[in-house]
């Protein structure tokens, strides 16, 4: 590419290339952007080396197993299992997830199939301001306005519904359902941006011919558009899991910070990254406690690591359009 | 064969029910956010004021608790050294991808990681950078930069991908035309493709920084929380979404106040570089 050699030769090198001088700038360039994009590799093994190193000591004295699934989290103990973290987080994304994914889904396709084309921007962007709304400031807003105005409508629910699992007995302000639901407001922002980028990739064709034949608009939906966007909506979904299971300090605010298995949704509880938001400063003098909080963090960097790396292979597995759009919502949210 | 049938009530009533509920959805969605431009609204006007933003935190606990002017520069100073190396980095990334990796393995593994960088939760990034960077003690414990370098490797993944996507966007045809007249490659990326696709990737990039300037978690090990304003990117700084983290764990009303003061602060801050994008956006052809 750099210099096509034509026949004729000028004193030893082709006529029309340049001199190596010259050839210069363009390896510099080529070899540099080069290694810039293989820094991104090295340093991602870099960062789950490091991290595992610092976490070795919380697993070498409670074990990998041991450390993951203890139901004992006691820093005056000195003593940590992370399993009431790891409840917690699963516990506040599952919510997020059923929560938040139908609400999304139903917007994107609002959005794109029912909405007047002159107001559809401005609804999708209306949307997407949910990401621009810091994590922190969902943590203040879930604080001081959903918990004390939710509390009565959930304490009703809890004594209404205490015949089903894991509901009943007294509502604590913050709690799983709190954060879930925070977290649910925080997703819908990334799950619709990209059902929608998915579902407007679905063929104009496959619409019309469902229309054509007497579909009403739902029936079209169901036919046609669901189910050629199931996998990239799934994918959606799953990126949305990733986004809730590393959010941290929305849910520091609103879970309550209580390293114990809650006996229902409605109790305080933990996740692993509030944990570690939280616990930080009083752990910087204890090299034991440090390497639990480190190996708290090393847990759901690799669950999310795993939620992700699936969502992408989902997604990707779609029409080529969808991962465009998919990194691009991936990038448009926080 | 020229009469319709009429749609079925059983049918039509699901077609009905199915809108009302895509309606509701929609609705739901929008919800939280009037709702919580509301609430900073009413709450954080209220805190406002020209002391506000030329005071630092006092610390005290009784009287006047100051108002935030460190918390602001906190977050000038680090997302701007962010940017400052993001920035190019991301897009020297993605010039990479596009204009040599191409569809090689080298460059499917890069995107790929690329993508996991961007599922990596931020707090993750601030342990890392805590590990790496003030447990070993390089020059002081914590400190303004290791914040930015946090930040950077937030906005990295972010500036990267956007980039890339306009990038593929500039036409083949005129890197050809460039390669044509005889300009070697380096300066058809400098002259051609990049101009080409400018707008474009500034959008990423303030994308980015209103990420960027959003995040705690990576900043409250890296940074940490402090009082007084600094212009020294060595030294412990303070930053907006660390000074309300900090503010709402205190069960003072002022310093509620003064939270909800700065989340609004915060807010608009992001909202303008957001818009900014947008707008950048909409002119770009190339988007």
Sequence with gaps: MESASIGATYGGRPALGRPPLARLPDRVLKWGLAALAAGVLVLIGFFFVRLYIEAKPAFDRFGYFGFTFTNNWDVQGNTFGALPLLVGTLITSAVALVIGVPVAIAAALYTTEFCPSRYRTVLASVIDLLAAVPSVVYGLWGFFVLIPKLRPAEQWFSDTFSFLPFVGGHVAGPSYFIAGLVLAIMIIPIVSAISREVISTVPTDHKEAALALGATRWEMIRMAVLPYSRAGITGAAMLGLGRAMGETIAATIVIGNAPVLGKSLFDQGYTLAAVIANEFGEAASDPLHRAALIAAGLILFTLTLIVNAVARGIIVRGPAREEGAASEAFGATG | MTTLTAISGARRRADLMARALLIAGTA??????????????????????????????????FGDPGGIRSAILGTIEMVGLATAVAAPTGVGVALWLTEYGK????????????????????????????????????????????????????????????????????????????????????????????????????????????????????????????????????????SLPAQIFSDVGQAQDRLVARAWGAALALVVLILLFTTLARLLARRSALR
Excluded: C
Aim: glycine share 10%; proline share 6%; aromatic share 10%.
């Design chain 2, 28 to 61: 739901i969605a929008v919800v939280p956010l009037v709702l919580i431009l509301f609430y900073l609204l009413k709450r954080g006007i209220g805190a406002w004021s020209f002391h506000f933003f030329t005071s630092d935190p006092t610390g005290r606990f």
């Design chain 2, 103 to 238: 569809a090689s393995r080298f460059a499917t593994l890069v995107r790929y990681f690329v993508d996991v960088l961007t599922g990596v939760p931020s707090i993750v990034f601030g342990l890392f950078i805590y590990i790496t960077l003030v447990l070993t003690g390089v020059g002081g414990s914590f400190a303004g930069w290791k914040g930015s370098v946090a930040l950077a490797l937030l906005m990295l993944p972010i500036v990267t991908r956007s980039a890339e996507v306009v990038l593929e966007l500039v036409p083949s045809s005129l890197r050809e035309a460039g390669l044509a007249l005889g300009a070697p490659r380096w300066q058809v990326i400098g002259r051609v493709v990049l101009p080409a696709a400018l707008p474009g990737i500034v959008t990423g990039v303030l994308l980015s920084i209103a990420r960027a300037a959003g995040e705690t978690a990576p900043l409250i090990f890296t940074a940490t929380i402090v009082k007084a304003s600094t212009y020294d990117l060595g030294a412990p700084m303070n």
